[in-house]
């Protein structure tokens, strides 16, 4: 498990920019999505996580120790995969491998042969000739050997080709499936955010705005159609201000963050017959500013 404690983060140069998050904790059993727009805090706070940032106040912990201080303890169990961390392109593949295998505490001989071949990863040849989805396999392949417990993906999908997207995607989600590891994954796509993530956490301006499961999540944001059931009726729906509401006197159009079996009750008993509409992962996240 890891936990964020009374976190805050600013700059050295000072800008507007300045993430804080009071608490929160995943106990890294499947996929954790991390959403927000751009310069929202997502790899500013996995950088945190890794312990490749120190925290201006606050802590972040993995089993009971400080990323940051305990660097050394966590980096093989917590590895953080960016592009904003390439890989030198002088060097082979193969001198990764035998780099990282070496220092690592535990190694996955079996799957490291497994991946050079289901990668088709051409170990003899430099980085940097290497296509971006052949470097993202590479960065998969060393971070995954090594056993981790929770693996950090920053944004390292979102413009593969689509065969190095498919092996990538298939390939952790057989190992979340096994529980082999867990995964915290940056990523604004909302189409495999739907498919593979069961956690999300969404940042807004530096800010945790939520986090949940993806199930729990997609059930407590809801669109829905509000009908009187009587002309005559005045209908009082002040209960809902700061909702996102259109109301006529008798049609309307809500948009709810915080759908329950008591708000329904509220609205039927205010003479509201209500019907839920198609909301998409994407349209619920636009809410947030995202």
Known sequence: MFRVHQLTY??????????????????????????????????????????LKKPTTGTCTFAGY?????????????????????????????????LVRDLAS????????????????????NIGSLSRGEQAKVKILLASCSSPEILLIDELTSDLDTDSRKKIFNFLDEQVFSETFGIIWASNV?????????????????????????????VRHQKIALHSISPERKIDLSFLRGEKLSWDGQNGLLSTKEFSKDLEKKLLAEGVTLSLLPYSLAEIINEYGV
Not at 78 to 89: A, E
């Open 106 to 125: 535990k190694w996955n001989h079996e799957l490291e042969n497994r991946l050079l071949d289901e990668f088709s990863i051409p170990t003899d040849q």
């Open 190 to 218: 909302m189409t495999d955010v739907e498919k593979y993530a069961t956690h999300i956490a969404v940042l807004n301006k530096g800010k945790l705005v939520a986090s949940e499961t993806l199930d729990d999540f997609k």
């Open 66 to 98: 400080n990323t940051f201080f305990s660097y050394d303890k966590v980096k093989f169990n917590l590895p953080l995969i960016s592009w904003d961390i390439p890989l030198s392109p002088q060097l082979k593949p193969k001198s990764y491998l035998k």
């Open 10 to 51: 600013i700059p050295s140069d000072k800008g507007s920019f300045r993430l804080e998050i009071p608490e929160f904790t995943w106990d890294g059993r499947g996929v954790l999505a991390l959403v927000g727009s751009n310069g929202s805090g997502k790899s500013t706070l996995m950088s945190l996580i890794a312990g």
